[in-house]
């Protein structure tokens, strides 16, 4: 019998792709919609600000594993370049352009946005990196030769900073606070992997703000608080992001750095959220989270759509966040919460490959590797069980033997 339900996704991504394809394996056959702001289809993420900057010429979309199969395999309607503005809970409508689309159940993978400096979008040349759009534009003026400066020591700008040395070009990353990564990894953390844009050339400005850009139609210079001036063809912003939620302002929905929800992803009345957008009741650390992470989106919109078909039966979103970054040629990798500041356990923040410990009381809560692969699942899977601080120095000292008879 076929199911009468309507189930709209709003967010054409990761999770949106993930929820819809988690509906037909779970064998919900009634209309499945999915609503995404860009024209194309579900694509993969982390590539943009890696390879797909980094390479010789560029290179091809990174379409998800079945993004091309939506409509003919999976009977999934998209309406794609227009996103949604508005959201009635009671007549339980979308508004998407100057259409309405009704749902019974909704979904909401609207994922985050670039944050964008001031008013600098009337000069070309000054790029966010969070679309397909955004990273063909970037990498083409890479490619090209212009002269780039990063605003944002994070992950993002970190990252861009590597693909433009990776071409040969000088870069300067400006980083208005002392040290970078402090919210992402403590400012112990974030003094350590700092020191590898040192050691790979890439020249790295704390502390100071900057003032404003120069230049006629395109970008020519940016200006710091320091009054110093650098000369720039290409601005790349990586300020960090904002969850999308402004279509829902007014909606009813509690709204406080993204979407609240429970322990099972819902919303509200036959509404859930995943991904980016969603700040949910974590069981693992007993405090609401807000992740924006590959891993994160992809298993948040599975269980997401499995709750909402079935919310009799809904299980808590267990997850121990996982994320991971490419800087000239090092794996950075983190599990966990990174909480307070770290403990050494393996290698020497000095080099190039070391292990870092979080805490909580005597628990242990996170786990930061650079170039140590073989090893951060194995903190994931402890503190996963809850396990304590004495456990992963256990695991370290084990490891450690490992890694001195290799």
Same mark, same amino acid.
């Given at each position: 019998?076929?199911? %009468?339900?309507?189930? +709209? ?13 988690? #509906? ?74 100057? %259409? ?7 979904? +909401? #993978? ?15 040349? +000054? ?35 590597? #693909?433009?040395? %990776? ?65 720039a063809d290409l601005v790349v912003v990586g300020i960090g992001a904002d969850p999308a939620t402004g279509w829902l302002d007014g909606s009813g929905l509690e709204l406080d750095n993204g979407i609240v929800c429970d322990a099972r992803l819902r919303a509200g009345d036959n509404i859930w959220a995943a991904g980016d957008v969603a700040r949910w009741w974590s069981e693992d650390f007993g405090a609401p989270l807000r992740i924006e992470h590959w891993t994160n989106a992809a298993e948040q919109g599975a269980v997401a759509m499995r709750n909402l078909l079935n919310p009799q039966e809904a ?14 040629? %090092? ?13 050494? +356990? ?20 996170? #786990? ?39």
């Amino acid at each position: 019998m076929t199911d %009468s339900r309507r189930v +709209v996704i709003v967010g054409g991504s990761l999770a949106g792709l993930k929820a819809a394809q988690e #509906a037909r394996t779970s064998g919900f056959t009634g209309r499945l919609t999915i609503v995404g702001a860009e024209l194309h289809l579900p694509y993969d993420r982390p590539p943009l600000s890696k390879e797909f900057l980094g390479g010789s010429a560029a290179v091809q979309a990174p379409f998800l594993p079945g993004a091309h199969e939506l409509a003919e395999q999976l009977g999934v309607e998209t309406i794609l370049g227009e996103p949604a503005t508005a959201i009635d809970m009671t007549a339980q409508r979308i508004t998407v352009g100057t %259409s309405s689309v009704a749902y019974d159940s909704l979904l +909401v #993978a609207t994922g985050s946005t670039a944050r964008r400096l001031g008013d600098t979008d009337r000069l070309r040349g +000054v790029e966010t990196l969070r679309t397909l759009d955004d990273a063909q534009r970037i990498g083409t003026a890479l490619r090209r030769g212009d002269r780039p400066v990063v605003i944002g020591g994070g992950f993002i700008g970190s990252e861009v900073a590597s #693909a433009a040395r %990776s071409h040969g070009l000088d870069v300067s990353i400006i980083e208005a606070a002392p040290t970078p990564l402090v919210r992402a990894v403590g400012e112990t953390a974030g003094e350590w992997l700092s020191r590898l844009h040192a050691r790979n050339g890439t020249q790295l400005i704390c502390g100071t703000a900057v003032e404003s850009l120069s230049g006629d139609e395109r970008v020519e210079a940016i200006h710091l608080s320091d009054g110093r001036s650098l000369d720039a063809d290409l601005v790349v912003v990586g300020i960090g992001a904002d969850p999308a939620t402004g279509w829902l302002d007014g909606s009813g929905l509690e709204l406080d750095n993204g979407i609240v929800c429970d322990a099972r992803l819902r919303a509200g009345d036959n509404i859930w959220a995943a991904g980016d957008v969603a700040r949910w009741w974590s069981e693992d650390f007993g405090a609401p989270l807000r992740i924006e992470h590959w891993t994160n989106a992809a298993e948040q919109g599975a269980v997401a759509m499995r709750n909402l078909l079935n919310p009799q039966e809904a299980m808590s979103y267990r997850h121990i966040p996982y994320f991971w970054s490419d800087w000239y040629g %090092s794996r950075i990798q983190l599990v966990g919460l990174a909480s307070g500041e770290p403990t050494v +356990v393996t290698g020497d923040p000095a080099t190039d490959v070391f292990v870092a410990l979080y805490r909580e009381g005597d628990r242990l809560v996170g #786990a930061l590797a650079l170039n140590r692969r073989s090893d951060i699942m194995k903190y994931r899977a402890l503190i996963a069980r809850s396990a304590s601080w004495q456990d992963g120095l256990a695991l370290a000292e084990e490891r450690n033997r490992r890694m001195v008879r290799a």
